[in-house]
């Protein structure tokens, strides 16, 4: 079971930017997954989860109205689209399985992936 | 917004026993889990639903979860245990899950 991350680099503030995550070694539609995102030298902020048949998606107030996460299950890929990037969303994004189909109380986040970074400057 | 808090640091000898909490408001009707983060490496799962190991993480590993503390507690500690660990729950009243702040576990 795995999950890796890629799209990261640099972008201008106010600019756009389309993390992909595919997963490997299990059924991607039967699990939700999230996006975690950890500023440099700082801790772990959740940013976005979805349901295993992408049907249901939640966002952290601070990206909310800006991020859009999605799936193609065909191709066992999760998406992250940034927009209207600033400073504050420098990070290294995580992508992460979560335990079953719904997003909720019961889950937790394994694997993570090694993560990809993004850099918010001019 | 729902906050988890956790101690900045916490120091322990090899071989003893280390304990990290984590402080929500009833935490205790959540569940909690539990992050290894070594440095350059990405988080791990220790524990879930409050007190669960996966596999291939040590016994000396345990968790517990009541009121509105949820504990890390880590037996037997090992210089390889030293990281920085983090507690994370759901919160229903916002839809969202949440981090604690994190607590730098020392082996001296």
């Known amino acids: 079971v795995q999950v890796l991350e890629s799209g990261g680099g640099l972008v201008q503030p106010g600019g756009s930017l389309r993390l992909s995550c595919a997963a490997s070694g299990f059924r991607s539609d039967i699990y939700a997954m999230s996006w975690v995102r950890q500023a440099p030298g700082k801790g772990l902020e959740w940013v976005s989860a979805i349901s295993g048949g992408g049907d249901n998606t939640y966002y952290a107030d601070s990206v909310k109205g800006r991020f859009t996460v999605s799936r193609d299950n065909s191709r066992n890929t999760l998406y992250l689209q940034m927009t209207s990037l600033r400073a504050e969303d420098t990070a290294v994004y995580y992508c992460v399985k979560e335990n079953i189909v719904a997003v909720g109380q019961i889950n937790w986040f394994d694997p993570w992936g090694q993560g990809t970074l993004v850099t918010v400057s001019s | 917004s729902y906050e988890l808090t956790q101690p900045p640091s916490v120091s322990v000898s090899p071989g003893q026993t280390a304990s990290v909490t984590c402080s929500g408001d009833?935490?205790?009707?959540?569940?909690a889990s539990w992050y290894r983060q070594k440095p350059g490496q990405s988080p791990v799962l220790v524990i879930y639903q409050d007190r669960k190991r996966p596999s291939g993480i040590p016994e000396r590993f345990s968790g517990s979860n009541s009121g509105n503390t949820a504990t890390l507690t880590i037996s037997g500690t090992q210089a390889t245990d030293e990281a920085d660990y983090y507690c994370q729950a759901w919160d229903s009243s916002t839809a969202s899950y949440v981090f604690g702040t994190g607590t730098k576990v020392t082996v001296l």
């Open positions: 009833k935490l205790g009707d959540k569940f």
